[in-house]
Each structure stands twice: as structure tokens, then as C-alpha cells.
């Protein structure tokens, strides 16, 4: 009696989906042959989004660009292969899995294999943080793609109503093709480059994908059985429309070969269901194991870093980050903690108006000690700190420098006092690593009094709370509280220049590299180029000295940049190259940029 109302309840909870979604009777019979109907092999529209989708986002991986990645979710196709297999679960349909099964193996295979052909074709193949994100997933990727499955099988067997079908594929591919690409392009650093560290990330993309589809595929079996989307009349319709395709029939001539294969080929019979089931388990037993093991590791290696930095962090900005009256005095620009020899290893950073000393840095040890009640000599601090120029040591240049003009000074005199005065207090600015300090300019005018430009060579932007310090250090070492200070990061740029073998003209599609080089370094005469060229080992004579000449006669001729630019570095490559990088000037120690004179627009009026 009980296990009747419960069956009662669960079919008036069917019954309630359908309405309030709108599904009739009429439009489960449309899903499920739409569905069925997309799987199909023959479809060459299909063929040709996989491929292109696989390009977009392979690219878009190695360029580390989101946007791009972004663009392969959109037309992604795996949509159909996905929900067939829901479908059929919740079905019990094995000649609907089995179609899809297939289909969802051949998209893969070959979205992996044009993502190896293309990735062995580039001339680079750097690890991006777009790669890198997909090559260890944890629970927050698991549970987008059980949104994406739950949502994606909503959506398909909706009305459509406005923009409501690009629902599916987008929340399909956010969580499928990126991670093909990310197996595709660890199979080709595995054969060209590494095959430890590419067959890593093959290990890891495969994981990542295969997660998610089993939690895609489970999210969407659950949506179709509440649906009760193989009611009996949809199911006649099925089988009358599976007698007429050819695919289908191909399929049901494989499982004739199967004992109880009469009951197989109908759909919701028991030994189909089973059948499926255990199918689904033996296949997701192994990876989901791992992938819960990998998992459980990384949460609670995260977990226990966060605490950590949690802790010293909260420890340093409490007892050490700020003077007794209250100003800012350090932060910390990088943080992080390794376990060595049974020790745990606090490795911190700090940009700093005044620097700690042997007492403080172990009274900071015994706290962290305390606060993660480990003993004192189980943890060992290695203290980094990066000085910025003192209000004292300000004052002093200053006071060198000041002469007092018996007569009222010009105009110019003004000027000349005025730069002199921002190059005491910019002279000796040191900015946190790995930024490095380029050149600055003071301009003033009418609008603004005072505006000071920093341009710094860095791979990554100052955080927020780095350039807050230095820009309060600035301002309090000029003494002008209302100057205005802003930071202009140049990138390095690297490349490679390929040649054909024993030639060394420069090819019409390897110019764009050197035209944002030489522009780069054209604007910035602080920088540098450092090159390296190669040779294969097949080729006659030194075509790479050629190589050289011709890289340079370019650059000299379109973007004017004198031999004095170069830093020539031994070459290591045995292929027709040429590796191109921009590198800040090594200046003497004692020397720093200077404010530039010819920055300085407008008069100083009193």
C-alpha cells in the first residue's frame, strides 16, 4: 500500500512538470525523434561544426583567450549525442544509447584529432592558464555541469519561445569542447615536446570532460524520467519511425546478435534498463573513483591553503602591515607555503616603507606558530622585502639639490627646480617584482597640476593595493596630496620566426610578429631585443646567420631600430627559426629613467 502512494505521488509529480513546462503529449513524441534523429552519422553539417568548434576552441586555448573559447561553446554541436544518451537512459532504449554512444565517440575522436593536427602545426606551444584551468577539476566544475545537463534538457523539451534554444548548446559546450581540446593538445605536446608533462594534461582534460559528461548525461536522464517522456503512445511512434530508418535498423541487425535481443530492442523493458545501468556504472566506476579521489586531494589542499593564507595574512596586516599611527606601512605582494623536510616553508613578499627587522620577522614566526599550533621550530620563514624610496631619504636629496636664488626665479628656473624635485622622489622608486621600472613622466597643465605617468615592464598588471602604496609614498615624499599618478604596464612580447629549410627570407605571415615587436620597442628605448637563431640539422652551410642578418634588416628598415637594440643569445634550436623576446636594458646599478623635460606642458604659475 505504501509503495503505491508513493507511486501515485510521483506520477501526479510527472504529471505537474509537464504542465507547468508545457509538454504535451504531442511534443514528447517531437523530442524524442528530434533527439533520436540527431545522432545520426550522415549529417555533414554536423561533421563540419564539430571540426570547426574543435578549431575555435583549440585556438582560442592555445592563444589564451576566453573570447574565442566562447565563440567554439556557441556552435558547439555535442547537444544531441548528449541528450540521446539521457534519453535512453531514462528510456531504457539500448538502440537509442548504443546510436549515441557511437556518435559521441566518433565526435570526440575526431574533435582530438583535429585539435592534434592543429596544435603540432603551430610554430609555438606555450601552456596557457586557459589549458592549465582544465587539466584539474573540482567540484565546482562538477556541479556547472549538472546545471548545464538539467538545464539543457529543460530547455529541448520546452516550446521554444524566443532565444530559449541557444539555452543547450551553450550550457553543453561551456563544459565539453574545452576539454577535448585540452586532451588533443596534451596527445600533441606528448609526441613533440614532453611526453611526461603533455600526457599529464591529456590525463587531466580527459578527466575533466568525462566528469562532466557522466554528470550531464545523469542531470539529463533525471529531467526525461520526471517528464515521463516514454509514455506509451511515444513509444509506439518511436518504433514505427525506427522501422523506416536505416541507422536504426543497422543497429537492431548488431543486436540480433545478443541473446534476449527481442527485448533489448524494446524500448522500457527491463533488461534494457539493466542493461544500460550497468553499462553506465561499469564504464564511470574507474574515472568517477579517480576523479572523486582527485577531488577530495584538491579540496583539501585548498582548504588547508586558504586556511593557511588566511591566517598569515591576518597575522601581518594585524601586528605588522601598518605604523603605530595607523598609516600603511607594507603589504604582501605573494604569498605561499610549501611542506620541506618536515618543516612548513612561509615564503612571504612584501613591499615596504621601512624595513622589519631579525626581531620582528621572528616575533611574526611565533605567531604563526601559535595560530596554527604547530611548534616553532616546525615552521621556517624565508621574509622578501622590497623597500620603496623613505620621506627621509627625500628629504636629504632635496636639501642637496635646494639653492637659494637671490634673485625671483624665472619662469624656466621654476621648471627646472619643479623636475628636479619629482626626480629626487622617483629616482629611486622600486616597483614589486616582477615589474620593473621603464620610465616616468611629470606633465602639468592647466586642468591637471600635476599628473604623473610610471610605465613598468611586467607580464602582469600591480594589483590594487600596490599601487595604492606607491602612489600615497609618492604623493607624501612631493608633498602634493592632490597629484595624480598613473601606471602603464608594457608586456613582454616573444615569438618565433620560422623559415623554410635552407632559406632566410622572411615570410608575408611571420611579419605580424615582427611589425608588434619592432613597434614596441620602437616606443619604449629602454628595451631590447633579445634573439636566438637555429639552424636544422640537415642544412648546409650557416643559414642561420642569414636569418639573423635578414630579422634585423627588417626591423632596421621599417621600425628603425639600431644594432645597439640586440642581444644575441647562443642558439639551441635545431629547427629554421628564429626566437624573438623583449627585454628590458640592464642600466648600472646607481642609475634610474629620468624625468623627461620636454613632458612638462604649460607654465607654473604661483
Not at 503529449?25 to 571540426?51: F, G, M
Not at 582530438?112 to 567540484?139: C, G, H, K, W, Y
Not at 620597442?521 to 639573423?548: D, F, W
Request: glycine letters at 6%.
Amino acid at each position: 500500500m505504501q509503495r503505491l502512494k508513493i507511486l501515485a505521488q510521483f506520477s501526479r509529480l510527472r504529471r505537474w512538470f509537464a504542465q507547468n513546462l508545457g509538454v504535451s503529449t504531442l511534443r514528447k513524441e517531437q523530442v524524442y525523434l528530434d533527439i533520436a534523429q540527431s545522432v545520426t552519422l550522415t549529417d555533414a553539417s554536423y561533421w563540419i561544426q564539430v571540426l570547426f568548434s574543435a578549431g575555435i576552441a583549440t585556438l582560442g586555448l592555445v592563444l589564451n583567450s576566453p573570447a574565442v573559447i566562447i565563440g567554439a561553446m556557441l556552435i558547439s554541436p555535442l547537444m544531441g549525442s548528449i541528450l540521446a544518451n539521457g534519453l535512453a537512459l531514462a528510456a531504457g532504449d539500448a538502440i537509442l544509447a548504443l546510436r549515441a554512444l557511437v556518435n559521441l565517440i566518433l565526435s570526440c575522436g575526431l574533435a582530438i584529432s583535429f585539435a592534434v593536427v592543429l596544435v603540432l602545426i603551430l610554430p609555438f606551444q606555450e601552456m596557457t592558464d586557459e589549458i592549465l584551468a582544465r587539466t584539474q577539476p573540482n567540484l565546482l566544475d562538477l556541479v556547472i555541469a549538472l546545471f548545464s545537463g538539467a538545464v539543457g534538457a529543460v530547455a529541448i523539451c520546452k516550446e521554444a519561445k524566443g532565444v530559449v534554444t541557444s539555452i543547450p548548446g551553450v550550457s553543453i559546450a561551456v563544459a565539453l569542447m574545452p576539454p577535448l581540446c585540452v586532451v588533443g593538445y596534451g596527445i600533441a605536446t606528448a609526441v613533440s615536446v614532453s611526453p611526461g608533462s603533455g600526457l599529464a594534461v591529456a590525463r587531466g582534460g580527459g578527466l575533466l570532460f568525462f566528469t562532466n559528461l557522466v554528470a550531464i548525461t545523469f542531470m539529463a536522464m533525471l529531467v526525461f524520467l520526471v517528464l515521463h517522456i516514454d509514455s506509451f503512445p511515444v513509444r509506439e511512434r518511436v518504433r514505427l519511425w525506427r522501422e523506416t530508418n536505416g541507422e536504426s535498423i543497422w543497429m537492431q541487425s548488431l543486436v540480433a546478435r545478443i541473446p534476449a535481443s527481442e527485448r533489448l530492442k524494446r524500448i522500457g523493458s527491463l533488461p534494457s534498463r539493466l542493461l544500460l545501468i550497468l553499462m553506465t556504472i561499469s564504464l564511470t566506476s574507474i574515472p568517477l573513483y579517480q576523479s572523486y579521489n582527485q577531488l577530495s586531494d584538491e579540496i583539501s589542499r585548498k582548504q588547508q591553503e586558504n586556511q593557511l593564507r588566511n591566517n598569515a595574512t591576518e597575522i601581518w596586516q594585524k601586528n605588522f602591515g601598518n605604523f603605530a599611527d595607523g598609516k600603511v606601512r607594507s603589504y604582501i605582494s605573494q604569498l605561499s607555503f610549501r611542506e620541506q623536510k618536515r618543516k612548513l616553508v612561509a615564503q612571504l613578499q612584501v613591499v615596504t616603507s621601512q624595513v622589519y627587522t631579525e626581531a620582528e620577522r621572528e616575533q611574526y614566526k611565533q605567531l604563526l606558530s601559535a595560530k596554527l599550533g604547530r611548534p616553532l621550530e616546525s615552521i621556517s620563514l624565508n621574509l622578501i622585502q622590497i623597500p620603496i624610496a623613505s620621506s627621509e631619504l627625500l628629504a636629504t636629496k632635496v636639501s642637496e639639490k635646494t639653492i637659494k636664488p637671490e634673485p625671483p626665479p624665472t619662469v624656466a628656473q621654476l621648471q627646472s627646480s619643479f623636475l628636479n624635485a619629482v626626480e629626487s622622489a622617483l629616482d629611486s622608486l622600486i616597483l614589486p617584482l616582477p615589474a620593473q621600472l621603464i620610465s616616468y613622466q611629470a606633465i602639468t597643465s592647466q586642468v591637471t597640476p600635476l599628473r604623473i605617468q610610471i610605465a613598468y615592464f611586467s607580464p602582469r598588471d600591480l594589483d590594487r593595493d600596490g599601487q595604492a602604496l606607491l602612489v600615497e609614498d609618492i604623493r607624501s615624499q612631493l608633498n602634493y596630496p592632490t597629484a595624480e599618478v598613473n601606471f602603464n604596464r608594457i608586456a613582454p612580447i616573444a615569438g618565433t620566426v620560422t623559415f623554410a629549410l635552407n632559406q632566410a627570407q622572411i615570410a608575408a605571415n611571420q611579419v605580424q610578429l615582427l611589425d608588434r615587436l619592432g613597434k614596441t620597442v620602437q616606443q619604449n628605448p629602454k628595451l631590447q631585443i633579445e634573439m636566438s637563431s637555429g639552424q636544422a640539422p640537415s642544412e648546409v652551410g650557416t643559414p642561420a646567420i642569414g636569418r639573423s642578418v635578414a630579422v634585423r634588416n627588417y626591423l632596421q628598415t621599417k621600425w628603425q631600430i639600431k644594432p645597439d637594440r640586440y642581444i644575441t643569445k647562443t642558439a639551441t634550436a635545431t629547427q629554421p627559426i628564429v626566437q624573438l623576446k623583449t627585454v628590458l636594458q640592464k642600466t648600472p646599478q646607481n642609475s634610474s629613467p629620468s624625468v623627461q623635460q620636454d613632458s612638462v606642458e604649460g607654465e607654473l604659475t604661483r
